[in-house]
């Protein structure tokens, strides 16, 4: 007879959570107000989830706004107000960039080089990662580790030697000789990222196509290549991220004529001062092309930090 | 003719491929039979060329091709994956060999068209391989292979994936349709059953070695030695070490068997019956039926048949009986079986005979 009723009166704090407690049994009463509490707290925290994602997301767009914000005011706004939003946009920022050569080719510099640098690496590691993937040869999973603990060096390491062979070959001040230098830390990375993507495409698709009659170079472009599409997307991407980004080796290596976009921001220190709003504007298109080149590659990033291996 | 000269493949410390001798002639339906494992796809790999055997030469019409690349060959092979390329419809898949073999526009679409038919892929020319489903994968990958119209095709247990109906019809139609081409056509299967409904030549496969090489029904029932016998059946045959005594096999002390005539002569000594599971029965089924008692260990009932596994003395046994049979397990019931249907293998494993060797 308890049993049942408390049953019931369990049923019922599950439907209507509040009126629990208006049971006649004392104990079934007990135990069902408990309930409600919990289902209540329960509540509440469902009812505050949202807080920590909006919080984490306005610390992270925070800087990002911020720096939007100040590339349409004038110098003047940034550095006697603190305002939300511009109180008189401008957009004289953008045109300087846009009309000033010394700006603008810093922009067609780094993307010269970055561009050299995607094309050279994934051309590089294509073969190199196939060799990974289908060949077993001597000593081949230490050449393979090795090559990603290149990655680990820092990349000031290189420095002082590469600036003293690109003087030795009077290759100071080249777009080719930046490319060539980030290759040292971009091939070993496309290298493991196709690899992983190689690596999941079964052998017998290679052999069948011999069979079919394909000669490898063939079979390789018309056969393999779309297959590993987006492993080369994701590869290329890493490599545009990185070489967009370094900064040390690539003003290491130029010096007016190859001059990145990143070196040429530090220009605008001058007698007069800090041109605040220039340089947020130069920040503000630095980030565009990364975000262009991001969304092409949206759907296999996760599959690209995991090197290619899922 | 294709022929293997006592060809080897050795890779690293493993010997996958032991001394070999084969020879498939022209038109010929070819079984390779073996558990996994066993060499089938290492021994269709040298005979595609697609890899390279470690000592022996490889002739195809008595030329050696032994180092010649798989795309100078006449060859045609399907995996047990179902392997296309994903990246094209299935109309280019399948005219994939022709295009490069380049063949005219009209004669490639009607050639693609004709085998797709066959395939009955036609509703699907349009799409890519992986928005099929698993069937209509594998019969785009025979279609390319039987457009191609090699004098050498190779099957790596092409049906294995398929489900059950599927299988039976491709089962009944593949050699059908290669045997027009006038092909040697290689067929590589862990089942026993497969192999018997496949017809043509088998050779049989274990640890690396071919055991025996014949006619399917002919290795079927007259195995070498006991290592075939047992490649050559499923579920297992069943054995029995006993020792020959004039005309008793003498299992123990308590329990012999009577000698069939036809092995009387062989001398005395100890020997391995083997007898297939179908042979064993619940009731005596000839007068010369022996019964033997045995302990039931599982029975496993398939609807129009029971497997019933047996414990005899410290052997285990599997009898496949017609109908639906309950027992219960730890049951000790009495089975049956005929000597006439028993082969025999001396220890060494070698089948005995003596009435055929006499005949030879």
Known sequence: MVNSEERLARNRSESVMRDAPAGGHAASGAS????????????????????????????????????????????????????????????????????????????????????????????????????????????DKHVFFWLLTNRMAPPAVFALPFFQLYSAFGMIDTHIAVALAHCLFNVPLAVWILEGFMSGIPKEIDETAYIDGYSFPRFFIRIF???????????????????????????????????????????????????????????????????????????YIARGFALGRV | MLELERVTKIVGSQTHIHETDLAFETGTLN?????????????????????????????????????LPVQKRSVAMVYQQFINY???????????????????????????????????LTPFLDRTPLTLSGGQQQRTALARALIKKASLVLLDEPLVNLDYKLREELRAELPRIFSESGAIFVYATTEPSEALLLGGNTATLSEGRVTQYGPTVDVFRRPRDLLTARTFADP?????????????????????????????????????????????????????????????????????????????????????????????????????????????????????????????
Request: proline share 6%; aromatic share 10%; with cysteine.
């Open chain 2, 31 to 67: 079984v390779l039979l073996g558990p996994t494992l066993s060499g089938k796809t290492s021994l269709m790999r040298l005979m595609a060329g697609l890899d390279r055997p470690t000592s022996g030469t490889v002739r195809f019409d008595g030329k050696d091709v032994t180092g």
């Open chain 1, 225 to 299: 290549i779309p297959l590993i599409a987006s492993g080369i997307g994701v590869a290329a991407f890493f490599c545009f991220m990185f070489s967009w980004v370094e900064l040390l080796l690539a003003r290491t290596l130029t010096t007016v004529n190859a001059k990145p976009i990143a070196a040429v921001m530090t220009r605008t220190v001058s007698a007069a001062g800090i041109d605040w709003g220039l340089l947020a504007a130069a920040g503000v298109l630095t980030l565009i092309p990364g975000a262009i080149v991001i969304y092409f590659v949206r759907n």
């Open chain 1, 32 to 139: 069902s107000d408990a309930m409600a509490r919990r289902m209540r707290k329960r509540g509440e925290s469902a009812r505050w989830s949202w807080l920590v994602p909006t919080i984490y997301i306005v610390f992270l767009m925070l800087p990002i706004y911020w720096l939007v914000n100040m590339s349409f005011k004038t110098n003047h706004e940034i550095v006697t107000s603190l305002t939300l939003f511009p109180r008189q946009p401008t957009l004289q920022n953008y045109v300087t960039i846009f009309t000033d050569r010394s700006w603008y080719s810093g922009y067609v510099n780094s993307i010269i080089y970055v561009v050299e640098n995607m094309v050279i690496s994934v051309a590089c590691a294509l073969p190199a990662a196939y060799a990974f993937s289908r060949y077993r040869f001597l000593g």
């Open chain 2, 86 to 120: 994903p990246a094209m419809t299935v109309y280019e898949n399948i005219a994939s060999p022709l295009r490069l073999a380049g063949a005219d526009k009209a004669t490639l679409d009607r050639e693609v068209r004709e085998a797709a038919e066959l395939m009955r």
């Open chain 2, 236 to 360: 297992p045959l069943n054995t029995i070490d006993v020792v020959k005594r004039g005309d008793r096999f003498r299992i123990d002390e308590a329990v012999d068997l009577p000698v069939p005539e036809r092995l009387r002569s062989a001398a005395d000594g100890s020997y391995t019956v083997a007898f297939q599971p179908n042979h064993l029965a619940l009731a005596p089924q000839t007068p010369e039926a022996v019964g033997l008692k045995a302990k039931v260990s599982v029975t496993e009932i398939t609807g129009s048949e029971t497997y019933v596994h047996l414990d005899f003395a410290d052997v285990r046994w599997v009898m496949l009986a017609p109908g639906i049979h309950v027992l219960e397990i730890g049951e000790t019931v009495e089975v049956y079986v005929d000597p006439r249907h028993t082969m025999l293998f001396a220890s060494d494993g070698e089948a005995v005979r003596p009435g055929e060797r006499l005949a030879a």
